[in-house]
């Protein structure tokens, strides 16, 4: 078993999170506490189990702000999706779950996208907007760049957006272009 502790700040609005992530041989677990001062000021929780193999099983987001605490499950149910508890059919086929307020969730389609410079990886997710807490079906894709490099374009719910991401070798962000970059405490 490894715990590794990763920090990333926002660099479009001011925000901090922490993340700690577990790998164990059987499940990878990810809990992380998110803090915001867009949308009025807000904390952000995430919990997530996810296979060896680095797919979502599932994970629990919970929001508290100035409109008070609010919680979303969401779920894998083979090729779908339950949303607390329920099922949604519009989610079939999305293959993972994209959080819009942390880069830990790009790391599941960054480990997919194949090695070769220009090669790339179409997929659909299960967006959860962190400020709303709602959850959409979304489409995304990631060129590879080279060595840790990619570029990430949205191709549904914020259609032409684009940000290169540099990654360490785990495929998790290091600096997301315009969002986020990792930083380390002081020692």
Do not use: K
Request: hydrophobic share 40%; aromatic share 8%.
């Amino acid at each position: 078993m490894t715990t590794t502790i990763l920090f990333w700040r926002r660099l479009d609005v001011e925000g901090l999170e922490r993340l700690e992530l577990t790998v164990t041989p059987d499940a990878i677990l990810a809990d992380s506490s998110v803090i915001c001062l867009e949308a009025g000021g807000f904390r952000l929780d995430h919990r997530w189990r996810l296979s060896p193999e680095w797919r979502a099983l599932s994970v629990r987001v919970e929001r508290w702000g100035p409109e008070g605490h609010h919680a979303l499950a969401l779920e894998r149910t083979g090729a779908g999706w339950r949303v607390g508890g329920a099922a949604r059919p519009d989610l079939d086929g999305a293959e993972e779950p994209d959080v819009s307020v942390t880069p830990f969730c790009n790391t599941f389609p960054i480990r997919r996208t194949p090695q070769a410079p220009g090669a790339s990886l179409t997929l659909d997710t299960a967006f959860i907007d962190g400020a709303a807490l709602t959850v959409a079906r979304s489409r995304q894709r990631y060129d590879r760049q080279g060595p840790g490099r990619l570029r990430y374009v949205d191709l549904g719910l914020s259609a032409g957006f684009q940000a290169d991401l540099v990654v360490d070798s785990r495929g998790l962000v290091v600096a997301y272009e315009h969002l986020f970059e990792r930083i380390a405490p002081p020692t």
